[in-house]
């Protein structure tokens, strides 16, 4: 990526100025695993262009959604390796947050601009047919992109605990997230108009996509035997308990 070390300055304003540990931690941690990933996609990108590969944008996406994935769980190991060295007790809360930063981490190579960079690339376009790629590749790329937020996050959740089993101390109990929230509120960050017939699914396209439930619905749901979030929206003695649930858990802000 051209201009790399400036484009992830943008992405943190504080880096180098904050006072606080856990900010100036961030901050590097974004900027060297921002570094490997973008240097390891455009390999990739460069990759599908020269080798002309039969149905490049759905290798890319593949491509993109791996080395996303591989991304996020480093930066999961390198917070949760910060926080442990500043005798953090790595909390329920603590490993919550470290999920929603790595996903918040990973939702800047999401964005529309970032990923028109490595279809371009890897399409073998110019600048100029940027929007052409919107309408050829852009739609199937993202979604594909949206249905792998979930993996990521379970992989941030796994490297987070096998972190802890190697650092913490043996007698604490290995910290717990509710993923589910994590994802929603990073699936409402990223479409924030998003209706909460189309949010559920996309919550079911990444457990089918997962084929398991990354995602699951709440167990009080299942015992009225639903287990997918479309059919418990459709369902009317679970409407009201769907809709209450999704709209109190609130989008990140963008930081």
């Given at each position: ?17 904050a ?46 959604c ?35 930063e ?9 964005a ?42 379970e ?55 997962a ?31 769907v ?7 609130p ?5």
């Open positions: 990526m051209r201009d790399l070390d400036a484009f992830l300055q943008k992405l943190l304003p504080e880096m180098g100025k006072k606080s540990g856990e900010v100036l931690l961030k901050s590097y941690v974004v900027y060297q695993v921002g570094k490997y990933f973008a240097v390891a996609m455009e390999e990739r990108a460069h990759f599908a262009a020269v080798c002309n590969l039969p149905r490049r944008e759905e290798w890319l996406a593949e491509a993109f791996r080395c996303m994935e591989e991304a996020v769980t480093e930066f999961a190991d390198w917070l949760t390796q910060g926080l442990i060295s500043r005798k953090k007790l790595i909390t329920h809360q603590r490993a919550q947050m470290i999920v929603e790595s996903l918040q981490f990973a939702s800047y190579y999401t529309r601009q970032s990923t028109d960079k490595w279809l371009t690339l890897g399409l073998g376009l110019d600048d100029a047919e940027v929007e052409n790629v919107a309408g050829l590749a852009g739609m199937p790329f993202r979604t594909r992109i949206l249905e792998a937020t979930g993996r990521w996050a992989q941030a959740e796994a490297r987070i605990k096998f972190r802890c089993l190697l650092l913490a101390r043996p007698a604490r109990p290995l910290p717990q997230t509710d993923l589910a929230k994590v994802i929603i509120a990073r699936t409402k960050a990223d479409s924030p108009r998003i209706t909460q017939k189309k949010l559920c699914g996309k919550l079911d396209a990444m457990n089918d996509r084929q398991k439930e990354i995602v699951p619905v709440r167990k009080t749901w299942k015992k009225l035997g639903e287990r997918s979030w479309c059919g418990a929206l459709a369902k009317p003695e679970l409407k009201n308990r809709t209450t649930f999704l709209s109190r858990i989008a990140p802000r963008r930081r």
